[in-house]
């Protein structure tokens, strides 16, 4: 009888704002590793095509022409609009990545010199038109952010690398946005939104992805620090002291409903449901809320 060992190997980079992780088993220490430097260059390659704050990006590409031609953006690109839009439309408009001008207004993004000389940036994510040939063009003029979920887009793709090098389980995660695939179970803790150093556990994850979203709370000024999360129907930042975590199929849709959740509370059950995800509310006073019961487990 044979018995073969595995290899398991983690591994961590500063990339997309945060440090990412990658754990990776596989037989071959040399295959396991390969494949773990290539999931790495796909984020990497991710990051280069949606960073607002990198102007060469295909992003600052839109921002920059995309109201006076169509542009030709990537497939990757084209599939988080795509996506974007049907979560704008699914949210009634709280999830718009059209909120980047307000987002540059409260100097929470960088003003980039290209918007000096724009009319006024009034449109919202709708008024996107996503053409064949995986063209785009602005009906208004607007600006766009995809910070709030791109991270999730470059998770599902790094994880999509490691499955075709052959690993047999493994786990991204980026900063809270993460996802796990094959045999093995993941314990998830996220931090108390109030209490520094304090850990809340959450079910374990298991193919599946998680995303979690925080406002830093300073209970003695009874304010919510750096909040950059806002309200696309509204314009109001979301200045709610707790924290966000949602278990989805992909850590893409994870991640941009953290912020429609963030909005709507209890009122997002019925898309967390056309979705098939689920929600954990911590707040402040320690209670968790549970929205659609545990994770679902393909």
Do not use: W
């Not at 718009?96 to 290209?114: G, K, Q, T, Y």
């Not at 992805?209 to 930042?237: H, I, K, M, P």
Request: hydrophobic share 40%.
């Amino acid at each position: 009888m044979t018995l073969l060992l595995k290899n398991k190997i983690h591994r961590c980079r500063p990339l997309l704002g945060t440090f990412v992780e990658i754990t990776a088993v596989g037989d071959s220490r040399e295959k396991t590793n390969s494949a773990i430097n290539a999931a790495f260059v796909e984020i990497e390659r991710i990051e280069r095509l949606m960073s607002f704050h990198d102007v060469q990006s295909e992003i600052s590409y839109l921002n920059r022409f995309a109201k006076q031609k169509p542009v030709r953006v990537s497939q990757e690109t084209y599939a988080v609009l795509k996506c974007s839009q049907e979560l704008y439309e699914l949210s009634n408009g709280v999830f718009d990545i059209a909120v980047a001008s307000h987002l540059m207004d409260c100097d929470r993004l960088p003003r980039h010199e290209f918007f000096r000389e724009v009319e006024p940036l009034c449109g919202k994510t709708c008024d996107i038109d996503l053409m064949l040939d995986q063209r785009v063009r602005f009906a208004k003029s607007l600006c766009i952010d995809l910070g709030g979920i791109a991270k999730g887009l470059a998770v599902d793709k790094a994880m999509k690398v490691l499955q075709d090098h052959g690993v047999e389980s493994g786990l991204v995660n980026a900063g809270g946005d993460m996802r796990c695939f094959g045999d093995d179970e993941y314990p998830v803790y996220v931090r108390h939104p109030l209490t520094m150093g304090q850990l809340v556990a959450l079910p374990s994850l298991k193919n599946m992805a998680l995303a979690t979203t925080a406002n830093s709370y300073e209970e003695s000024r009874d304010v919510v620090q750096n909040c950059a999360q806002v309200n696309g129907r509204t314009g109001e930042f979301l200045r709610r002291p707790f924290s966000i975590s949602v278990c989805a199929k992909t850590c893409m849709i994870a991640d941009a409903l953290t912020k429609i959740v963030l909005a709507l509370e209890s009122e997002s059950i019925k898309l967390l449901s056309q979705l098939e995800a689920s929600a954990f509310i911590i707040y402040p006073d320690n209670r968790m809320v549970s929205l659609e019961g545990e994770c679902r487990k393909e």
